[in-house]
């Protein structure tokens, strides 16, 4: 009786916390931890590295990537890679395999990863959008034709740590990629937050501060340079999956391919073609500060309607659908708002202005049939308008394009 007695309390024992009789809090340290390089893994190897070539990997960090993910996601490098790929090539539309625009977000957020299983099972999608990824023998014989080896061994391993807790560890692990991955990027990060730039699909940032999801939160800076190692653009941005890439890059580990591209200020001088070349590279910045500037201009508008006293009419409303349509591409307007913009466009010949010079401007890289040096002369004669247009901001804004240029190659 006495041995059943041992025995029962040595299992009993085991259960509570394993053979490692970890404390709770030490627990809780694994389970933060190993979450955290599933997040890494995700965003630096399969998303930055591998899906857009913006980073190279040392292979000792790329392999222990891929076999981590292997282990705690099951995840395979040419789905994961292809889905992404297609996500983009063909984003916001009925081929995207994950658009809350087009599922709704309650199927993105509760269905997420049912909607990549469906997916990695289409062939066609996977022989199209994976070239690049992976082939060696251990990927073929092991990741692949195995994927569900990994997360079975993680949880072995993890009854055999800590017992009863290892259950909860594991489900958690299992859970951790589909909640933050097919669920706040694929999901709310294409239907929730703010955007920096007018991308052309939905994409919002979550937060400035990108550290829980590894940067991953800055996603319409992503859509908009989706070949960026770098995701945090503005200054009050923070991309934790930068800062580890920054420290990799320091121990020899890593190479940044490409990063949001920048223009520096120097002395005003007429139009050139070094000046178009960085306005071209600049366009998204400066079509952000023509956003500002247009949503500034139905703000003054509507303080003067109030002001007035004819809050709530038909004008106070054409303004407030001017501030929320008009800082956007004319392509992602409705079409039903074009009355309805028209008339505030009239009635406020700053609002047109900016509007006007907007899609003037936008004609510089949008025009692929136009010689350089004919685009050089429409610049030129662009930056003429705007400093005579008697805008201040406008005026402005043309000196400094005068002013910019593309940094020197090193």
Partial sequence: MNAWTTAFDA???????????????????????TTHL???GVTLYLHRSQAHRALDLHPVVSHFFRFWLWLTTGMVTREWVAIHRKHHAKCETHDDPHSPQTRGLKTVLLAGSELYRAEAKNAETIAKYSLGTPTDWIERNLYIPHSALGVSLLLVIELALFGGW?????????????INAAGIINGIGHFWGYRNFEAP??????SPIGWIIGGEELHNNHHTFPTSAKFSVKRFEFDLGW???????????????????RVVEGAVQPADRDTLEALIANRYEVMARFARETRAACRAELVRIKAEGAKHSA???????????LPRDADRIPAQMGAELAAARQASPVLDQWVTMREELRQMWTRTNVSAEQ?????????????????????????????TRLPAMA
């Fill in 11 to 33: 299992f009993a024992t085991w259960a509570g916390n394993g053979l490692s009789h970890a404390s709770g809090w030490t627990m809780l340290l694994v389970l933060a931890v």
């Fill in 38 to 40: 599933t997040i890494l």
């Fill in 375 to 403: 685009l050089v002369k429409d610049l030129q004669a662009w930056c003429q308008r705007a400093e005579a247009s008697g805008i201040a901001e406008l005026s402005a804004l043309s000196v400094r394009l005068r002013a």
């Fill in 243 to 261: 800062g580890y890439i920054r420290v990799l890059q320091a121990l020899g580990l890593a190479k940044p391919r490409k990063t949001p591209p």
């Fill in 201 to 206: 699909d939905a994409s919002t940032n979550i």
């Fill in 166 to 178: 290892g259950a909860a560890i594991w489900a958690t692990q299992m859970l951790w990629i589909p």
């Fill in 315 to 325: 004008r106070w409303q054409q303004f407030k659908l001017a501030k929320r349509w």
